[in-house]
């Protein structure tokens, strides 16, 4: 069963959609209560590409990190977001604390919106 806050494999769209690429990516919200499409955003261990206030690091030594499933360091890149058919994502290698959720999508609301956090 799919949740916000998990962390599943699915073939992410390049920008240019030109193709995609399996990785990682945090399930933000269900983007529709009529069908099974998930916002996203993608989850790199390219921690050097990390937006400073606004993309969320994910380091080792996090309290969440062992939930994550993740095998080293990496970011939630909140500025490369999707909306995904549910039968897309492949499966969940783990989830993220609810703070930490509650935080990034504060933080997405924040910019969409034009207010600083």
């Known amino acids: 069963m799919k949740r916000a806050g998990q962390i599943v494999l699915t073939p992410f769209p390049y920008t240019d959609l030109s193709g995609a690429k399996l990785r990682p990516v945090l399930l933000l919200r269900q983007a529709s209560n009529g069908f099974d499409d998930w916002l996203v955003c993608m989850v790199s261990s390219q921690i050097q590409q990390a937006e400073a206030g ?21 970011v939630l890149r ?5 909306v995904l058919d549910g039968v897309l994502l492949i499966g969940s290698i783990g989830t993220i604390e609810n703070d930490r959720l509650l935080r990034v999508r504060q933080r997405l609301a924040n910019w969409i919106t034009g207010h600083s956090a």
Do not use: Q, Y
């Open 54 to 74: 606004f993309d969320e690091v994910i380091e080792t030594n996090h309290s969440d990190f062992v939930t994550t499933g993740l095998k080293v360091s990496s």
């Open 78 to 82: 909140l500025s490369r977001l999707a």
